[in-house]
């Protein structure tokens, strides 16, 4: 499975984005998928989790009412719609494929290269 990240860009404190995440390969609808971020000298973080029907999300809880994550199977794509966003939200969002549903990177066997996101105040 490769993935692909887009949709970043720069927005003011308040404002909104919507990554976009595609995948190739047949499988991509058998995996469940993750949203991570890493902001410069900080770890990478979880962000969002769905699982491969779509039916079960998980939200840290610094994003949780202010983010959804959802997927299309039928288009190989998986989203992050961020709303309020905070300049303490400025990070590289990467999205990430596993086999089961999960906060922890190491579930994770594919990345995306990364979106840069950037909230000014």
């Known amino acids: 499975v490769q993935l692909a990240e887009s949709g970043g860009g720069s927005v003011q404190a308040g404002g909104s984005l919507r990554l976009s995440c595609v995948g190739s390969?047949?499988?991509?609808?058998?995996?469940?998928m993750g949203w991570f971020r890493q902001s410069p000298g900080k770890e990478r973080e979880f962000v969002a989790a769905?699982?491969?029907?779509?039916?079960?999300?998980d939200y840290a809880d610094s994003v949780k009412g202010r983010f959804t994550i959802s997927r299309d199977n039928a288009k190989n794509t998986v989203y992050l719609q961020m709303n309020s966003l905070k300049p303490e939200d400025t990070a590289v969002y990467y999205c990430?494929?596993?086999?089961?549903?999960?906060?922890?990177?190491?579930?994770?066997?594919?990345w995306g290269q990364g979106t840069q996101v950037t909230v000014s105040s």
């Open positions: 390969g047949r499988f991509f609808s058998t995996y469940a």
């Open positions: 990430a494929a596993a086999r089961n549903k999960s906060r922890r990177m190491m579930e994770y066997r594919y």
């Open positions: 769905i699982s491969w029907s779509g039916s079960i999300t």
